[in-house]
């Protein structure tokens, strides 16, 4: 129990909180319009302008929930405490001041441990201050607590969620660079093994064949310069990489490989492949990244495009980069995923912003779904 205690006091602030958006001052006006309404058409309020300024005066508090909770819960308690002692008046008696519920949301979504810890003493000082002078009785107090205990309770709940999936989404751009390096590595030691191959050559017919071995230093200086290409990609990736568990043995794929997946699925829509452009020379980590990147596609399309009778999957590639295109025509609405909150598509982004490229993937204007990829011919830059 001392342990759970003192890791939630030593919660940090949640990274990255959202500053203000338009959605928030779209809020604060929303609400200042529920809180003039309610003060002019309200007849059971006794103390009305009390109530109305209170209520309007703490809108602001909401803009800065995310950046400061701590603040913004403190300055509504504080001040309502503060008018409850010297005028005897409820400066939340109106039902639109609720708003003050999602401030208490707020703090335990983006405050640290000490933070909620800190709020939650000032609203229990808050309320027994007001139990003592007689404002607030008794009977309400397990009420109040309830209601304070419901909002950083789901704030809590939501943030828990949050880290929950953050993990979920590290998990799988740390497999997808295993997967990626371990391409690069085979790619490596291809390149490698055939430069001893070509050097014993070199060896065997340096005596009498010069010019045989002078060929040979040259194929031999062709692969270095490949190999070191690859290499440094391969640094890149393991240089963003944090650890993790050993990456499955399967051989690596090709553009060749692509074929195969007309061939896949015999039930289902039909796949046509078609491939255009040179690719000889195509380094083999952009290869397999296009490659595995049209599988998941093909993958998904078949999973989740309703109705769908065809996917076609097109590569193009010129002197710059390689292009990949898989459409389907299914249904655009059959709940699949615009963003990368599906792990699929996650995966595929990643994979080919290491190799300094992009993915993105969305419904068609009529029918289907789209996924596009693009990539440098020569993989990602140093």
Not at 17 to 34: E, I, N, Q, T
Not at 104 to 123: D, Q
Not at 225 to 242: F, I, K, N, P, Y
Not at 353 to 370: F, V
């Amino acid at each position: 129990m001392q342990g759970l205690l003192r890791s939630l006091w030593d919660e940090p602030r949640p990274p990255q909180a959202p500053r203000r958006v338009w959605r928030d001052r779209a809020l604060v006006g929303l609400l200042a319009v529920a809180i003039a309404l309610e003060g002019v058409f309200r007849t059971d309020l006794q103390w009305r302008p009390i109530s109305v300024i209170f209520a309007a005066a703490m809108l602001p508090t909401l803009l800065w929930r995310r950046t400061q909770p701590l603040l913004a819960v403190a300055i509504p308690v504080v001040l309502s405490t503060v008018v409850q002692l010297v005028t005897a008046a409820d400066p939340a008696e109106m039902g639109s001041a609720a708003y003050i519920l999602i401030l208490l949301y707020a703090l335990c979504r983006w405050g640290s441990g000490r933070e909620a810890a800190a709020g939650l003493v000032l609203i229990t000082v808050a309320v027994l201050a007001g139990v003592v002078s007689g404002h607030i009785h008794a009977g309400d107090v397990a009420g109040a607590f309830a209601v304070v205990f419901a909002g950083m309770t789901l704030g809590g709940t939501f943030r828990y969620r949050a880290r929950a999936r953050m993990r979920e989404l590290d998990q799988v751009k740390l497999l997808e660079r295993e997967q990626l390096a371990r391409d690069l590595h085979d790619t490596v030691a291809h390149h490698v093994s055939a430069m001893a191959i070509r050097a014993q050559a070199g060896i065997a017919t340096a005596s009498a064949d010069p010019a045989a071995a002078v060929d040979a230093l040259r194929v031999i200086e062709a692969e270095a310069s490949r190999t070191l290409a690859e290499m440094r990609t391969m640094v890149r990736v393991l240089r963003r990489d944090q650890g993790g568990s050993a990456p499955e043995m399967a051989p690596n794929p090709h553009l060749a490989d692509l074929w195969e997946l007309a061939g896949r699925g015999r039930v289902g829509p039909a796949v046509d492949v078609r491939i255009d452009g040179d690719l000889d020379g195509v380094p083999a980590s952009v290869g397999a990244a296009i490659y595995r990147i049209a599988q998941e596609s093909v993958t998904n399309a078949r999973r989740h495009a309703r109705h769908a009778t065809r996917i076609e999957v097109r590569v193009a590639a010129d002197d710059a980069s390689v292009r990949l295109r898989v459409s389907d025509d299914g249904d655009s609405t059959a709940g699949r995923p615009v963003t990368a909150s599906g792990y699929g598509l996650l995966g595929m982004i990643e994979r080919a912003g290491l190799l300094g490229g992009t993915c993105e993937a969305g419904p068609n204007p009529g029918r289907g779904w789209t996924v596009t990829a693009e990539l440098p011919r020569t993989g990602a830059s140093t």
